[in-house]
C-alpha cells in the first residue's frame, strides 16, 4: 500500500513572519494526520526557518528547485548539497513555471533529478501538459517524453527513490481542477508506462496530482486509485485549508 504525499509548493510567497503563522498553524494539527506523509516546498532565503521549525514534527521540508551542478562559477544558483545542509527532504525539479517561465527543457529537468538523488534528496518531478497540448490529443506524448527523460539519465529503478506530480499546467493557479477521471486517466498511463519496464517500481510510486487542489476537491482526487496525494500550491499558504488537504489524504 502507498502512503499519500501533501506537499505545499509555496512558491515565490512568505515572510518571516507570515510563514511563521502559518507553520505554526500547520503544526497545531499535524501531529493526529495518521498514515500520510506531508511537506512544504519553501523559498530558499526560509530553509533555515522551516528546520529550526520543523525539526522533529511530521511536517518535512524541501525546496522548490536547484542547481544541477554541485558547485562552481554559478552565480545565483543553489546546490543540492546546500540543500541538504538545511535538512531538506524533498526538491521540486521541472515544475511548469520553471519550464515555461525559466525555459527548463527535459534534460536540464533529468540533470536536476540525477544530483538531486545523488546526495540523498528525494526529487519530486514534476510532469503536465499544456492546454493547447491537452486539446491537440498529446497529453500522453508529453507527460511520457517527460518522464522517458529521467529514465533515460537515470534507469527507471531511480524512480524507487523519487516523486511524480502530474501537473496539468491548465490547472495551475487557475482554480480549474482536473476532474478525478481525467487525473486518474493520466496517472494510470504514467504508472502503466512505467510497469511496462519495472513493476514494482510502478507499484510502489507516489504520484501526486497538483493543480488547484483545496479542502473542498482534494478527498474526490485522493480517492482514485492510482492518486497518491497532491502537490498544493495556492491552498497551502493557508493553514486550516493546507489541513484540510492533508486530513484528505489520512
Ligand atoms: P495551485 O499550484 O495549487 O495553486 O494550482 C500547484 C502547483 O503549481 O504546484
Redesign the pocket.
Known sequence: MRRKLVAG?W?MHGSLAQNKALLDGVLAGVADLGAMDCAVCVPFPYLAQAQAMLQGSKLAWGAQNMSQHEKGAFTGEVSAPMLLEFGCKYVLVG???RRAIYGEDDATVAEKYVAAQKVGLTPVL?VGETLQEREGNITEQVVGRQIDAVIQAAGVESLAKAVV?Y?PVW????GKTASPEQAQAVHAFIRGKIAGLNKSVADGLVIQY????KGANAAELFAMPDIDGG??????LDASEFLTICRAAA
Open positions: 509548493n512558491k515544475h511548469s513555471e514534476c506530480a501537473e490547472a495551475i493557479g487557475t497538483g493543480g488547484s487542489v502537490l498544493i500550491g495556492g491552498a497551502a
